[in-house]
């Protein structure tokens, strides 16, 4: 009697594992639809009658098998529909094969019973092993009673009851967890192959993405040397797929710029994502503008790090802004710069002032400014002309301007008139007094010619200088002001003169 019950053991093992290879494509869960139960339902209940089939006679009518094992496993992974499916079948298959008597109609009405049990279990919030090990005793349980009703002989149904709870206690633990087994393999193998799909899916895309994008997409070890290229490489930087293999991306790169991409694609590495901007050399061996983002792989490959490229040519758009950077310049360069003299404007020394003021301040260095008028300009026009005044004082403003040349601290500028302006940081009365001597011979070795003055028959200027020690107490107007006073004396005592502000002479011993 051993024998055939763990051979009826086997059988169920064995059906358990042919079910779930070929049933893998439908899992059992309590979440499974309506037709997968059915379809659940229906294979325990022909495995419960195959087990029937093998049956151990233990008395006249009288047999003993597994099949409620059928029920407890449908019932633990489908829940009340499987069960109830299951035992139905059984119950219809006992009295189909042991016809429609007393001893077969108990059985099949045990069954029924077995299945609403297990069917009522299945709905309990506990584990799924415990339910299990729950609707096994349930289903003894009723088998026992069916065994006590209709077995009289003591020993026998003692012998029956031993052999038979040991088996499906062993029996259907071991079965419960080989069917989790099955169940699990079928679960992985359906997320792997479900994962290949999307793996597929991904490579497909990205294949798609990656020869139909205008963008030049390359893929680089942690040595920055290219291991693919997408096909826009030909319309990008004209080379061809070989030609770039296997070489580096610093091979290609403009030299000034070799360091600013090797930064970019170390900081890629390091902290995932990167941009830039670089010139990179095509083919032809011309450079063009790149602009890239750099994307390093999240896994890792034989202990190496991958880097995705994404360029695009932007040489055109770098032009474009180039260009707007030029007329900007060109623009701010105007703004600053007066239009008859071509020297810088009345604006920009008033913004030059006010910084070199603030410099001085933080530097306790002086500051010298030189004003310069031309003498008797009013009466030269009245002569000749505004065209010819224009042109003198063109000329005059260029004379001045040559003797400072790029680059230089000093800034010269008309500031008004015939009235120019020289700021000089960092300087005192002396270098003031030098430099305005020689503006001076430098204006008269020009002799241009000025009948109408009244002190000279050429062009000459009368020069005032004042230099200070910036403070936080005083304003740039203040240097302006005693520049203007010393210009001024210059005038009142005969033109053709250099004056220097008293006060801020003083000051300066």
Not at 65 to 86: K, M, N, S
Not at 267 to 294: C, N, V
């Amino acid at each position: 009697m051993l024998k055939e019950f763990i051979s009826n053991a086997a059988l169920l093992i064995a059906s358990f594992s042919l079910m779930g290879v070929l049933f893998k494509d439908k899992p059992l869960y309590t979440t499974s639809s309506l037709s997968t139960k059915l379809y659940w339902g229906t294979c325990f209940g022909v495995l419960g009658n195959v087990l029937m089939s093998f049956s151990i006679p233990v008395g006249p009518d009288i047999y003993a098998d597994l099949r409620h094992l059928a029920i407890v496993i449908a019932g633990t992974f489908g829940g009340y529909i499987p069960a109830i499916i299951a035992a139905a079948l059984i119950s219809l298959g006992r009295i189909c094969l042991f016809g429609f008597n007393n001893s077969a109609l108990l059985p099949a009405i045990g069954a029924l019973i077995t299945g609403v049990v297990c069917g009522v279990i299945s709905k309990l919030n506990i584990h799924r092993t415990a339910k299990a090990f729950t609707m096994n005793l349930c289903g003894l349980l009723i088998i026992s009673i069916v065994f006590i009703i209709r077995i009289d002989d003591a020993e026998v149904l003692k012998n029956v009851l031993s052999l038979h709870y040991l088996i499906s206690l062993v029996g259907g633990l071991f079965g419960y967890h080989f069917f989790v087994f099955v169940v699990d393999s079928n679960e992985t193998q359906h997320q792997l192959k479900h994962s290949l799909v999307k793996v597929k899916e991904t490579e497909e895309r990205f294949r798609l993405l990656a020869e139909y994008s205008s963008d030049m997409i390359t893929m680089h070890n942690d040595q920055a040397e290219y291991i693919y290229i997408s096909p826009a490489v030909k319309e990008v930087i004209h080379f061809e797929y070989p030609e770039l293999l296997g070489k580096t991306l610093e091979t290609f790169i403009h030299p000034d710029d070799i360091e600013r991409t090797n930064n970019m694609f170390k900081r890629a590495l390091q902290e995932g994502s990167a941009e830039s901007t670089y010139r990179y050399r095509t083919k032809y061996g011309d450079y063009i503008w790149i602009e890239s983002t750099l994307k390093s792989v999240p896994y890792q490959e034989e202990g190496e790090k991958k880097v995705i490229i994404v360029s695009r040519n932007i040489t055109n758009r770098k032009l474009t802004e180039q260009k707007l950077q030029e007329a900007n310049e060109l623009l701010n360069r105007l703004s600053y710069m007066d239009g008859l003299t071509g020297i810088a404007n009345r604006r920009y020394f008033d913004e030059v002032l006010l910084r070199e003021w603030t410099n001085a301040i933080n530097h306790h260095t002086p500051i010298t400014l030189v004003m310069l008028d031309i003498d008797y300009f009013k009466n030269y026009n009245d002569t000749y002309g505004h065209l010819k005044g224009d042109f003198c004082l063109q000329k005059i403003a260029q004379a001045i301007n040559d003797l400072f040349p790029e680059p230089s601290n000093y800034t010269f500028c008309r500031y008004g008139g015939e009235e120019f302006a020289l700021i000089l940081p960092s300087s005192n009365g002396d270098n003031g007094l030098e430099i305005a001597q020689q503006i001076k011979e430098t204006i008269q070795s020009l002799k241009v010619p000025h009948k109408s003055s009244e002190i000279a028959d050429i062009i000459t200027l009368s020069i005032g200088i004042a230099f200070m020690y910036p403070t936080k107490l005083n304003h740039p107007d203040s240097l302006i002001k005693a520049a203007d006073s010393a210009l001024y004396l210059s005038k009142t005592k005969g033109r053709n003169t250099i004056s220097i502000n008293e006060l801020s002479w003083k000051d300066f011993k």
